[in-house]
Structures are given as C-alpha cells and as structure tokens.
C-alpha cells in the first residue's frame, strides 16, 4: 500500500452482472487502473466513488 492511499469503491459490469469492488489506491484515475490491469478488457467501469468510512478517519 502506498502512503496516503484511500479506499475507493469500483463499480464494474461484467457480462451483464455488476460487482462493486473495493481498491485501495492515493486518486480515482489510479484506483481505475488497477481494475482495468487485474480485469483487463472483460469489465466496464460504470463508476468509482471514495468510500465513505475512511472519510471520517480523517478528522
């Protein structure tokens, strides 16, 4: 894990199925990346949010 990595929530559909994946990752762009090297060219990524439990480790 890289220092100031967040968690991000990667929502991606595969073969009609939608699976909500969490990737540990420092931006969004970064966090999709990753799912697009693990799932190559086999999902589409319909959105990537920040997830909201490690919002308030913050303050």
Known sequence: MQC???C??????????TKRIPVKAR???LA??????LFEDA???VF???DSAN???ED
């Open 8 to 17: 991000f929530i990667v929502e991606v559909e595969q073969d009609g199925l």
């Open 48 to 50: 990537v949010k920040e």
């Open 32 to 37: 999709r990346k990753t799912v697009r090297m």
């Open 27 to 29: 931006s969004p762009i």
């Open 43 to 45: 999902v589409e990524i």
């Open 55 to 57: 919002k308030s480790d």
């Open 4 to 6: 100031g990595a967040k």
